[in-house]
Protein backbone atom coordinates (compact mmCIF):
# COMPACT_ATOMS: atom_id res chain seq x y z
CA UNK A 1 0.00 0.00 0.00
CA UNK A 2 1.63 3.69 -0.66
CA UNK A 3 1.70 5.89 2.08
CA UNK A 4 -0.01 9.63 1.50
CA UNK A 5 3.70 10.95 1.87
CA UNK A 6 4.41 9.33 -1.34
CA UNK A 7 2.12 10.48 -3.41
CA UNK A 8 2.24 13.17 -5.75
CA UNK A 9 -1.23 14.87 -6.24
CA UNK A 10 -2.54 17.12 -8.34
CA UNK A 11 -2.50 20.96 -8.39
CA UNK A 12 -5.95 22.71 -8.18
CA UNK A 13 -5.69 26.35 -8.95
CA UNK A 14 -8.49 27.95 -7.36
CA UNK A 15 -8.13 31.38 -8.61
CA UNK A 16 -5.68 33.90 -10.01
CA UNK A 17 -5.08 32.22 -13.48
CA UNK A 18 -3.80 34.88 -15.62
CA UNK A 19 -3.44 37.44 -13.56
CA UNK A 20 -0.60 35.91 -11.75
CA UNK A 21 1.61 36.83 -14.75
CA UNK A 22 1.40 40.29 -13.74
CA UNK A 23 2.34 39.54 -9.73
CA UNK A 24 -1.46 39.56 -8.96
CA UNK A 25 -2.57 36.90 -6.36
CA UNK A 26 -3.49 33.20 -6.69
CA UNK A 27 -4.18 30.47 -4.53
CA UNK A 28 -3.67 26.74 -5.30
CA UNK A 29 -4.04 23.61 -3.53
CA UNK A 30 -3.45 19.45 -4.01
CA UNK A 31 -5.64 17.73 -5.33
CA UNK A 32 -6.88 14.83 -2.31
CA UNK A 33 -8.56 12.46 -5.34
CA UNK A 34 -5.90 12.56 -8.20
CA UNK A 35 -2.24 11.87 -7.71
CA UNK A 36 1.15 10.17 -9.54
CA UNK A 37 3.07 8.03 -7.59
CA UNK A 38 6.32 5.76 -8.29
CA UNK A 39 5.73 1.84 -8.67
CA UNK A 40 8.12 -0.79 -9.82
CA UNK A 41 6.88 -3.38 -12.81
CA UNK A 42 9.06 -5.81 -12.58
CA UNK A 43 10.45 -7.31 -16.37
CA UNK A 44 8.72 -4.16 -17.95
CA UNK A 45 10.29 -0.31 -19.13
CA UNK A 46 8.30 2.39 -19.10
CA UNK A 47 9.94 3.99 -22.19
CA UNK A 48 8.85 7.44 -21.54
CA UNK A 49 10.79 7.74 -18.40
CA UNK A 50 14.29 6.84 -20.61
CA UNK A 51 14.97 10.45 -22.40
CA UNK A 52 13.90 12.52 -19.15
CA UNK A 53 16.10 10.23 -16.78
CA UNK A 54 19.04 11.09 -19.70
CA UNK A 55 18.13 14.74 -20.06
CA UNK A 56 17.87 14.97 -16.25
CA UNK A 57 21.38 13.85 -15.81
CA UNK A 58 23.13 17.58 -16.75
CA UNK A 59 20.94 18.50 -12.95
CA UNK A 60 24.34 17.89 -10.56
CA UNK A 61 21.45 17.92 -7.75
CA UNK A 62 19.78 14.87 -9.07
CA UNK A 63 21.27 10.82 -9.00
CA UNK A 64 20.15 10.64 -12.51
CA UNK A 65 22.38 7.63 -12.72
CA UNK A 66 20.37 5.74 -10.11
CA UNK A 67 17.43 6.89 -11.96
CA UNK A 68 17.71 5.64 -15.13
CA UNK A 69 19.09 2.28 -13.46
CA UNK A 70 15.52 2.54 -11.76
CA UNK A 71 14.06 2.60 -15.28
CA UNK A 72 15.80 -0.28 -16.43
CA UNK A 73 14.74 -2.32 -13.79
CA UNK A 74 10.78 -1.73 -14.09
CA UNK A 75 10.27 1.68 -12.60
CA UNK A 76 7.40 3.56 -13.67
CA UNK A 77 5.01 6.27 -13.00
CA UNK A 78 1.56 5.89 -12.19
CA UNK A 79 -1.12 8.42 -12.40
CA UNK A 80 -4.34 9.40 -12.62
CA UNK A 81 -3.78 13.12 -13.63
CA UNK A 82 -5.11 13.62 -16.66
CA UNK A 83 -2.72 15.07 -19.36
CA UNK A 84 -3.82 18.45 -21.43
CA UNK A 85 -6.26 19.02 -18.39
CA UNK A 86 -4.37 22.15 -16.64
CA UNK A 87 -3.83 19.81 -13.31
CA UNK A 88 -0.35 18.87 -13.19
CA UNK A 89 0.34 16.15 -14.81
CA UNK A 90 4.07 16.96 -15.53
CA UNK A 91 4.74 18.99 -12.02
CA UNK A 92 3.60 15.79 -10.45
CA UNK A 93 6.04 13.39 -11.86
CA UNK A 94 8.80 16.16 -11.58
CA UNK A 95 8.20 16.38 -7.65
CA UNK A 96 8.34 12.60 -7.85
CA UNK A 97 11.79 13.23 -9.19
CA UNK A 98 13.50 15.78 -7.38
CA UNK A 99 11.43 13.78 -3.97
CA UNK A 100 13.35 10.14 -5.13
CA UNK A 101 16.40 11.15 -6.56
CA UNK A 102 17.25 14.48 -4.30
CA UNK A 103 21.28 14.26 -3.48
CA UNK A 104 20.83 16.83 -0.88
CA UNK A 105 18.04 18.04 1.73
CA UNK A 106 16.99 21.42 1.49
CA UNK A 107 14.32 23.40 3.15
CA UNK A 108 13.98 26.55 1.50
CA UNK A 109 10.57 26.91 -0.68
CA UNK A 110 12.57 29.31 -3.37
CA UNK A 111 15.57 26.97 -4.36
CA UNK A 112 13.00 23.90 -4.05
CA UNK A 113 10.59 25.48 -6.64
CA UNK A 114 13.80 26.87 -8.83
CA UNK A 115 15.27 23.11 -8.75
CA UNK A 116 11.73 21.78 -9.49
CA UNK A 117 11.46 24.27 -12.59
CA UNK A 118 14.37 23.04 -13.93
CA UNK A 119 13.26 19.62 -14.05
CA UNK A 120 9.55 20.58 -15.42
CA UNK A 121 11.38 22.37 -18.61
CA UNK A 122 11.53 19.12 -20.37
CA UNK A 123 7.91 19.07 -20.75
CA UNK A 124 7.13 22.94 -21.32
CA UNK A 125 10.34 24.58 -22.35
CA UNK A 126 9.63 26.70 -19.55
CA UNK A 127 8.37 25.95 -16.15
CA UNK A 128 7.56 28.20 -13.16
CA UNK A 129 8.17 25.86 -10.66
CA UNK A 130 4.71 26.72 -9.48
CA UNK A 131 2.69 23.74 -10.37
CA UNK A 132 5.53 20.55 -9.39
CA UNK A 133 5.86 22.91 -5.94
CA UNK A 134 1.94 21.93 -4.85
CA UNK A 135 2.78 18.37 -5.15
CA UNK A 136 6.23 18.28 -3.71
CA UNK A 137 5.04 20.07 -0.80
CA UNK A 138 1.23 18.74 -0.57
CA UNK A 139 0.40 22.09 1.10
CA UNK A 140 -1.94 24.99 -0.08
CA UNK A 141 -0.05 27.49 -1.41
CA UNK A 142 -0.83 31.33 -1.71
CA UNK A 143 1.54 33.66 -4.37
CA UNK A 144 1.59 37.03 -4.21
CA UNK A 145 3.25 39.58 -5.94
CA UNK A 146 5.95 36.69 -7.42
CA UNK A 147 6.09 35.54 -3.31
CA UNK A 148 5.38 31.97 -2.16
CA UNK A 149 3.47 31.49 0.91
CA UNK A 150 2.54 28.42 2.73
CA UNK A 151 -1.17 27.83 4.26
CA UNK A 152 -1.57 26.12 7.67
CA UNK A 153 -3.46 23.07 7.00
CA UNK A 154 -6.53 24.24 8.99
CA UNK A 155 -7.25 27.27 6.93
CA UNK A 156 -7.80 24.97 4.35
CA UNK A 157 -8.54 21.40 4.65
CA UNK A 158 -11.72 20.03 5.32
CA UNK A 159 -12.69 23.97 4.94
CA UNK A 160 -16.64 24.43 4.22
CA UNK A 161 -16.09 27.01 1.80
CA UNK A 162 -13.76 24.80 0.17
CA UNK A 163 -16.26 21.60 0.22
CA UNK A 164 -18.65 23.80 -2.37
CA UNK A 165 -16.19 23.71 -5.36
CA UNK A 166 -16.13 20.81 -7.84
CA UNK A 167 -14.57 19.97 -10.99
CA UNK A 168 -16.40 19.54 -14.35
CA UNK A 169 -14.68 17.59 -17.11
CA UNK A 170 -15.24 19.03 -20.09
CA UNK A 171 -13.56 15.96 -22.10
CA UNK A 172 -11.49 18.05 -24.10
CA UNK A 173 -8.14 17.95 -23.47
CA UNK A 174 -5.86 21.68 -24.14
CA UNK A 175 -4.84 21.37 -27.71
CA UNK A 176 -6.68 23.77 -30.03
CA UNK A 177 -5.60 26.78 -28.59
CA UNK A 178 -2.78 28.31 -26.71
CA UNK A 179 -4.55 30.64 -23.75
CA UNK A 180 -0.66 32.01 -22.28
CA UNK A 181 -0.59 33.62 -26.48
CA UNK A 182 -4.51 33.99 -26.46
CA UNK A 183 -4.16 36.62 -23.04
CA UNK A 184 -0.84 38.44 -24.13
CA UNK A 185 -2.81 39.32 -27.29
CA UNK A 186 -5.99 40.29 -25.74
CA UNK A 187 -3.74 42.43 -22.77
CA UNK A 188 -3.28 44.82 -26.15
CA UNK A 189 -6.65 45.68 -25.96
CA UNK A 190 -7.58 48.82 -23.37
CA UNK A 191 -10.85 47.61 -22.62
CA UNK A 192 -9.33 44.06 -21.28
CA UNK A 193 -6.41 45.89 -19.69
CA UNK A 194 -9.28 47.68 -17.70
CA UNK A 195 -10.19 44.21 -16.23
CA UNK A 196 -7.38 42.80 -15.34
CA UNK A 197 -6.78 44.77 -11.71
CA UNK A 198 -10.72 44.28 -11.61
CA UNK A 199 -10.29 40.77 -11.68
CA UNK A 200 -7.40 40.58 -9.18
CA UNK A 201 -9.08 42.36 -6.94
CA UNK A 202 -11.83 39.90 -6.69
CA UNK A 203 -9.68 36.52 -6.70
CA UNK A 204 -8.22 38.46 -3.97
CA UNK A 205 -11.70 38.37 -2.11
CA UNK A 206 -12.75 35.01 -2.93
CA UNK A 207 -8.74 34.21 -1.14
CA UNK A 208 -9.69 35.92 1.77
CA UNK A 209 -13.79 34.59 1.95
CA UNK A 210 -12.14 31.10 2.07
CA UNK A 211 -9.39 31.82 4.64
CA UNK A 212 -12.44 33.34 7.02
CA UNK A 213 -14.90 30.71 5.72
CA UNK A 214 -17.17 33.82 4.77
CA UNK A 215 -19.89 31.84 2.35
CA UNK A 216 -21.91 34.86 1.94
CA UNK A 217 -19.34 36.88 0.48
CA UNK A 218 -17.77 34.36 -1.20
CA UNK A 219 -20.73 33.54 -3.29
CA UNK A 220 -21.33 36.52 -4.15
CA UNK A 221 -17.76 37.16 -5.31
CA UNK A 222 -17.88 33.99 -7.33
CA UNK A 223 -20.84 35.06 -9.22
CA UNK A 224 -18.86 38.51 -9.85
CA UNK A 225 -15.66 36.39 -11.01
CA UNK A 226 -18.30 33.55 -13.54
CA UNK A 227 -19.66 36.42 -14.94
CA UNK A 228 -16.26 38.74 -15.80
CA UNK A 229 -14.97 35.46 -17.16
CA UNK A 230 -17.72 34.85 -18.77
CA UNK A 231 -17.68 38.48 -20.73
CA UNK A 232 -14.15 38.55 -21.06
CA UNK A 233 -12.49 34.62 -21.67
CA UNK A 234 -15.14 33.01 -23.33
CA UNK A 235 -12.76 32.01 -26.45
CA UNK A 236 -11.15 29.96 -23.24
CA UNK A 237 -14.51 28.38 -22.56
CA UNK A 238 -15.22 25.06 -24.40
CA UNK A 239 -18.68 24.96 -26.23
CA UNK A 240 -19.32 21.42 -23.86
CA UNK A 241 -19.36 24.04 -20.98
CA UNK A 242 -20.35 27.49 -21.93
CA UNK A 243 -24.43 26.38 -21.71
CA UNK A 244 -23.65 25.08 -18.53
CA UNK A 245 -22.09 28.22 -17.38
CA UNK A 246 -24.73 30.54 -18.88
CA UNK A 247 -27.34 27.96 -16.80
CA UNK A 248 -25.97 28.42 -13.68
CA UNK A 249 -25.56 32.65 -13.85
CA UNK A 250 -29.44 32.84 -15.00
CA UNK A 251 -30.65 29.81 -12.25
CA UNK A 252 -27.84 31.32 -9.51
CA UNK A 253 -27.66 27.48 -8.33
CA UNK A 254 -23.64 27.42 -9.41
CA UNK A 255 -21.62 29.40 -10.51
CA UNK A 256 -18.14 28.62 -13.11
CA UNK A 257 -14.98 29.39 -13.63
CA UNK A 258 -11.89 28.77 -15.43
CA UNK A 259 -9.81 26.10 -13.72
CA UNK A 260 -6.30 27.05 -14.57
CA UNK A 261 -5.70 28.44 -18.22
CA UNK A 262 -8.67 26.79 -19.59
CA UNK A 263 -9.49 26.28 -23.15
CA UNK A 264 -10.07 22.61 -22.19
CA UNK A 265 -9.69 20.53 -19.31
CA UNK A 266 -11.17 20.75 -16.00
CA UNK A 267 -13.40 23.71 -14.84
CA UNK A 268 -14.76 25.09 -11.88
CA UNK A 269 -18.08 24.97 -10.00
CA UNK A 270 -18.93 26.88 -7.04
CA UNK A 271 -22.08 25.19 -5.70
CA UNK A 272 -24.39 27.64 -4.23
CA UNK A 273 -26.53 26.84 -0.79
CA UNK A 274 -29.74 26.36 -3.32
CA UNK A 275 -30.74 22.57 -3.20
CA UNK A 276 -31.95 22.71 -6.76
CA UNK A 277 -28.16 22.72 -8.39
CA UNK A 278 -27.76 19.36 -7.34
CA UNK A 279 -30.38 18.32 -9.77
CA UNK A 280 -30.19 17.45 -13.05
CA UNK A 281 -26.47 18.36 -12.77
CA UNK A 282 -23.49 16.63 -14.57
CA UNK A 283 -20.94 14.34 -12.83
CA UNK A 284 -18.85 16.43 -10.67
CA UNK A 285 -15.55 15.53 -8.94
CA UNK A 286 -15.41 17.11 -5.61
CA UNK A 287 -12.12 19.36 -4.78
CA UNK A 288 -11.40 18.00 -1.20
Known amino acids: MTAESDLFPAKILLTGEFTVIDGGIALAFPSQSL ?20 VLSKLEYLDSQRFLHDVDHGLSFNSSIPEGYG ?34 HYFHGTSS ?14 VDQGM ?11 NPFLNKFYLLDSMIPRESISPIDWYFAQKQIPSFLEIIPILNSLNKKLIDCLIRNDQVTGTVTMKQISQLQLDFFKPLIVDSVLEFWHKGLAENTYYTKLCGKGGGGFY ?15 PLLKIS
Open 35 to 54: YGFWDYKPGQIDHRLIPFAR
Open 87 to 120: MGSSGALSAGVLKKYHTQKIDDLDMIQKRLADIE
Open 129 to 142: GFDPLISYSGQAIL
Open 148 to 158: IKILSEDQWKG
Open 268 to 282: LVYMTQDEKAHSSMP
